[in-house]
């Protein structure tokens, strides 16, 4: 099988990879990066279970060739706390019950970071346009909906300059 070597820059690490030459972005990061926070789900372009971060906008991973993205900052659900602590949007979904099955959730989170990096006071409305594309079987949407706005509350400079009294 003809193999390319690929440099990748995710969660902050650079990688270098040793990939077949028809691995999908979203292959790569699961088969080769050992990152399976990325879901399979329809790898048609119409489930966003796939979505990754690239150059902080969401991506479907199972669309992108990775050698499109050499040199861009990558981001997986992976790299989304820091550390042992959370990210606000997981620390949110995760009190507000937001997940069932999970499957979808990551490409949730990826693309409400997204949304929130640009828009910190997002409407119901925005925040279901920038999802629209992240299918999920299991919730109704309401529960997610309701956590990003939770995160996206906490995570505004007013809330935390409050928080620190
Ligand atoms: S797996 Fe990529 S959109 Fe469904
Ligand atoms: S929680 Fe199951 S698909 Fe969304």
Known sequence: MEKTRIHLKVNGEDRE????????????????????????????????????????RPILSCLA??????????????????????????QAFAE???????????????????????????TRQEIAEATAGNLCRCTGYLKIFEAIELAAERMRPSATESARG
């Open 17 to 56: 990879v040793l990939a077949p030459v028809h691995h999908t972005l979203l292959e790569v990061l699961r088969e080769e990066l050992g990152l399976p926070g990325t879901k399979h789900g329809c790898e048609l372009g119409e489930c966003g279970t796939c979505t990754v971060l690239v150059s902080g």
């Open 65 to 90: 060739l990775p050698v499109e993205c050499e040199g861009r900052e990558i981001t997986t659900v992976e790299g989304l706390a820091a550390g042992a602590a959370l990210h606000p949007l997981q």
């Open 96 to 122: 507000l019950g937001s997940a069932q099955c999970g499957y979808c959730i990551p490409g949730f989170l990826l693309s409400a970071a997204a949304l929130l990096r640009q828009r910190p006071h997002p």
